[in-house]
């Protein structure tokens, strides 16, 4: 199939007009590094060609380097059918045409490229060395004006094709065509013209890809070299001056600044971290996706700098931006995958869900943002994550001083705990791991604390009942509610008592758990409906002994005025288990029955 593709294009190639689709099928065909090729490497010639051509002067051979062991033979084959029909030939004339355009030139000139290795110096080289130095000299000549002719988009694979020969046939000019490829592209990118700077971007793009990746680019050019250019020529300044608002056109400066990583200067991190000022969501957007992909390779010096900037924008942007600079920052957390950057970008986060004036919901987002850092395994040690469980306790144990500020950080606080102890807690290979549990329950007094809390946060919305007493909108510092306190304390009292084993003991802080009676300044309906509900859900996570002195104590002095249909049910299930518990009662199938 392969020589019937030879012989068709051998034949096609001498006619009008050039068959740039069909050259580009033959590059593939005569690539050594093709599947085909790589898994026939080690075949030998099938037909010997100095009969063909006489001694010495065929157009393909294998490289004596490779002859013993990756002799391709099968490639020589292909390589010296074409020439034999007329291919090499056909190509030359074209080559020497005039009046040829520049997308046909690249076409003829890269299947050539591809296999420069296996042609022989002798019988090629005279044919290709004046079409080597002809284009060099055109695309030195070509001019500004000249930019943004979409035939110039041929120009970076034509100089890649060049290379390619140069290697083979010319390696003194390997380093002009280099500088050649890299200087068009500058050319390009100072256009004026998007495509011209868009076929740039895509261009070094895929140099820095060929420069950086683990198998060898043959024509790649070398990375260090890359990088010096970049940064001698501020590649990334001319880029950023660029349409910053088309998504695609962020993507391909991504790959730039990737590469540049440390060797990006605090002053040009300066300069795009301005570009975003006064501009559309788009366009910011796109700069914190460049922002975060550079970050990943900051040093500390480029990351403090980093975090300066941010600082500064949060004193002046509106909440809208805020929220676009936190989403910044657990970016540049989560894809970091570096202890120094990690912790660094958790204790900033940590900061701005303090701040006093901050609103709810930029507290609840930062502190997402927080948790979903704490909770990656590899980026974050198990010391990170009970240092601010720690954190988190000393804010919940500020709530019980009077007339604290802090007191408006026990919500998230406790929310944070929460979450933060149910991440240590999530099933690991098919075992749990309870020792924060152990250790919040044996070194914190954790129920005592966070009851404690709950009686102060209660007693701070009483004080700040409004005419028509406490209900559960009652603002209890101006940013949560009465509702919001309860369920915090509540959740995680009732995950915690599930959680820990042996159940801790509630004597110590029954008393303030006790269901509440009817006061109409200091209980609401809301109070006595949660703790209706909240007792019959964790009745079972509390003792036998517990749970009968609540029921007595508690339960059955109740007013009927007081009982409604989550009374009812916390009425019923204590009813049933203390008298189970007692014996008074037992089971027979879904039934209970009184012990005679």
């Known amino acids: 199939m392969l020589m019937l593709l030879i012989e068709l294009v051998a034949e096609r190639i001498k006619q009008e007009p050039i068959p740039s689709g069909l050259l580009g099928v033959l590059t593939m065909a005569f690539n050594p590094d093709n599947e085909y090729h790589f898994k026939n490497r080690m075949k030998m010639c099938q037909k010997n060609w100095a009969d063909v051509f006489g001694e010495g002067n065929t157009f393909a051979l294998s490289p004596a380097s490779a002859m013993q062991k990756e002799p391709h ?57 004046h079409v080597i130095h002809k284009m060099i000299k055109y695309v030195q000549n070509v001019e500004e004006k000249d930019l943004k002719d979409k035939r110039l988009v041929s ?77 001698e020529n501020s590649v990334l300044s001319i880029a950023l001056e660029g349409n ?39 366009v910011i957007e796109n700069i914190h996706t460049i922002i975060a992909a550079a970050a990943v390779k900051f040093n500390p010096e480029q990351l403090n700098h980093l ?29 970091a995958r570096n202890e120094t950057t990690t912790g660094k970008v958790l204790e900033v986060l940590w900061d701005l869900a303090h701040l006093p004036t901050l609103p709810s919901n930029l507290i609840q987002q930062a502190l997402e943002e927080h948790l979903t850092i704490l909770s990656d395994a590899y980026a974050v040690k198990e010391t990170v994550k009970r240092s601010y469980i720690i954190k988190c306790i000393e ?12 007191v408006v950080w026990v919500v998230p606080a406790l929310r944070q705990l929460h979450e933060i102890t149910r ?44 005419p028509g007493g406490l209900v559960g909108s009652t603002l209890v510092d101006g940013r949560y509610t009465y509702r919001e306190y309860l369920e915090a304390h509540l959740k995680f009292l009732a995950f915690f008592l599930q959680e820990a084993t042996p159940v801790p003991r509630l004597e110590p802080c029954q008393r303030d758990l006790g269901v509440p009676r009817h006061r109409p300044r200091r209980v609401c309906e809301l ?32 007013e009927s005025y007081e009982i409604t249909m989550n009374g009812f049910s916390l009425f019923k299930t204590f009813f049933e288990n203390v008298n189970l518990c007692d014996h008074r009662l037992k089971r027979q199938g879904t039934q209970l029955v009184s012990v005679v």
């Open 527 to 558: 109070d006595r409906e949660m703790c209706f509900e909240w007792f019959t859900k964790g009745q079972h996570d509390l003792e036998s002994d517990v749970q009968q002195q609540l029921f007595k104590e508690k339960i059955l002095k109740l």
């Open 244 to 282: 910053i608002d088309q998504a695609q056109y962020c993507d391909r400066i991504k790959g730039i600044i990737e590469l540049l990583g440390s060797k990006l200067s605090l002053d040009e991190l300066s300069k795009i971290w301005k570009i975003q000022s006064g501009q559309s969501s788009t």
């Open 307 to 335: 975090f300066v900037l941010i600082q500064k924008s949060w004193e002046t942007e509106s909440d809208r931006v805020r929220q676009k600079l936190l989403s910044l920052i657990g970016r540049i957390g989560r894809e």
């Open 73 to 129: 033979g099968w490639l020589v084959d292909l390589v010296n059918r074409f020439g034999e029909l007329g291919g090499f030939s056909a190509i030359q004339s074209k080559l020497n045409s005039d009046n040829i355009e520049l997308g046909a030139v690249s076409a003829l000139v890269q299947p050539l490229g591809v296999c420069a290795e296996y042609l022989n110096s002798t019988t090629v080289q005279p044919m290709l060395d």
């Open 423 to 466: 991440s240590f807690n999530k099933q690991t290979y098919q075992k749990q791991d309870k020792s924060i549990i152990q250790d919040l329950k044996k070194n914190f007094e954790i129920v005592k604390l966070v009851t404690a809390s709950l009686v102060a946060c209660h007693r701070l919305a009483v004080n700040a009942v409004g």
């Open 155 to 231: 120009i970076p694979e034509l100089l890649s094709a060049i290379k390619l020969l140069c290697m083979r046939f010319q390696p003194d000019l390997v380093n002009a065509v280099d500088d050649l490829r890299l200087d068009i592209l500058l050319r390009m990118l100072k256009s004026p013209h998007f495509s011209a700077k868009m076929n740039s971007l895509k261009e070094v793009t895929k140099l820095i890809e060929d420069s950086t990746l683990s198998k060898s680019v043959k024509n790649a050019i070398d990375t260090d070299r890359l990088l010096d250019w970049l940064v």
């Open 395 to 406: 804010d919940i144990k500020k709530s019980s001083q009077h007339n604290n500020p802090q």
